[in-house]
Every structure is written in structure tokens, then in C-alpha cells.
Nanobody, 127 residues
Framework: EVQLVESGGGLVQAGGSLRLSCAAS????????IGWFRQAPGKEREGVSC????????YYTDSVKGRFTISSDNAKNTVYLQMNSLKPEDTAVYYC????????????????????WGQGTQVTVSS
């Protein structure tokens, strides 16, 4: 019943923009942090950004600060990642994950804290 479905990936030239969406269902949206992660070929999965819509908390990894913006639409149980000024090194499969907030904990981008994952969407940035 729990589902996370990513969409919005594609091919874009360096300096361009994309907006990714993560549609959630089957769990209480406000009890979870929602994170965006990415994995490039031959590399480990890394955290990009996360959000807790219940208290309006957000977090970004240093490499995307000032370029990416995470947001949520609680009525739609959907989290977005607006990606601007894209670079070739942003090329990866992007995944969204959900982490239960035990006692209002803030998992940020700790991979082991995320309970559910989507299928991923490919983002390719050409130079």
C-alpha cells in the first residue's frame, strides 16, 4: 500500500532546470521526512535534500545549496525538487525516500533512517 512515485526527470543542457515530483500514498505524510537522493553509475547513493512538511524544516547538501529548492504540497501528499543551474555532475538516478520521525527526530540525509523508496527517475545533464 505504501508508495512513492518519482517523475519529472529527463535530459537537459548544463545551466538548465528540471522539477522532480515525489507522490506519496499509504502512510501519514506529516509523520515522515521526505528526502531526495541520487546515484550516478559506479558511485554510492548520496543525499541531496529533505523536508518535513509538518514543521517546515528543510535541509540541503552543500553541493546543491543555492541551486535546488525542496517544497511540499500537503493537500497532494507530494514533494518537489526544483533544480536550477544544473551541472553535468548532477547526472544521476534520483530517488525519493520517506523516514519516520521518531519523537520528531530529524534524519536529514542519513540513508539508514529512510523506510520507503520510490523507483527513481533519470536526470541527465549534458555539457
Amino acid at each position: 500500500e505504501v508508495q512513492l512515485v518519482e517523475s519529472g526527470g529527463g535530459l537537459v543542457q548544463a545551466g538548465g532546470s528540471l522539477r522532480l515530483s515525489c507522490a506519496a500514498s499509504g502512510f501519514t505524510f506529516d509523520d515522515y521526512a521526505i528526502g531526495w537522493f541520487r546515484q550516478a553509475p559506479g558511485k554510492e547513493r548520496e543525499g541531496v535534500s529533505c523536508i518535513s512538511s509538518s514543521d517546515d524544516m528543510t535541509y540541503y547538501t552543500d553541493s546543491v545549496k543555492g541551486r535546488f529548492t525542496i517544497s511540499s504540497d500537503n493537500a497532494k501528499n507530494t514533494v518537489y525538487l526544483q533544480m536550477n543551474s544544473l551541472k553535468p555532475e548532477d547526472t544521476a538516478v534520483y530517488y525519493c525516500g520517506a523516514a519516520f520521525r521518531y519523537g520528531n527526530s530529524w534524519p536529514r540525509l542519513s540513508l539508514l533512517d529512510y523506510d520507503y523508496w520510490g523507483q527513481g527517475t533519470q536526470v541527465t545533464v549534458s555539457s
